[in-house]
């Protein structure tokens, strides 16, 4: 059983950074296609980027330009740098598996974008 611990969340400024961090607790994470998650308040859980396990990302296009994911696979750590954050980026952040195990979930970190 895999667990995934996301952090590096809080309370930011409109337009200023945050970087996400998300560990996972076996090895073989490596193999496996990754993804940051995200839900608002009142909202539904939404994919804000991907990355395959050679390292190609892709985007949601809300985040595009913005966002930028990475991962470490000796580290087992999957990464969102976080620039130009907007109010509504406001979230739980999560990272799980691409596309998502449902066992995998876990508490996820809560970023705050508000002046």
């Known amino acids: 059983q895999v667990q995934l611990v996301e952090s590096g969340g809080g309370l930011v400024q409109p337009g200023g950074s945050l970087r996400l961090s998300c560990a996972a607790s076996?090895?073989?994470?490596?193999?496996?296609?990754m993804g940051w998650y995200r839900q608002a308040p009142g909202k539904q859980r939404e994919l804000v980027a991907t990355?395959?396990?050679?390292?190609?990302?892709n985007y949601a296009d809300s985040v595009k330009g913005r966002f930028t994911i990475s991962r470490d696979n000796v580290k087992n750590m999957v990464y969102l740098q976080m620039n130009s954050l907007k109010p509504e980026d406001t979230a739980v952040y999560y990272c799980?598996?691409?596309?998502?195990?449902?066992?995998?979930w876990g508490k996820g970190t809560l970023v705050t974008v508000s002046s």
């Open positions: 076996r090895s073989r994470f490596s193999i496996y296609a």
């Open positions: 799980n598996r691409d596309p998502p195990v449902i066992e995998y």
């Open positions: 990355i395959t396990s050679g390292g190609s990302t």
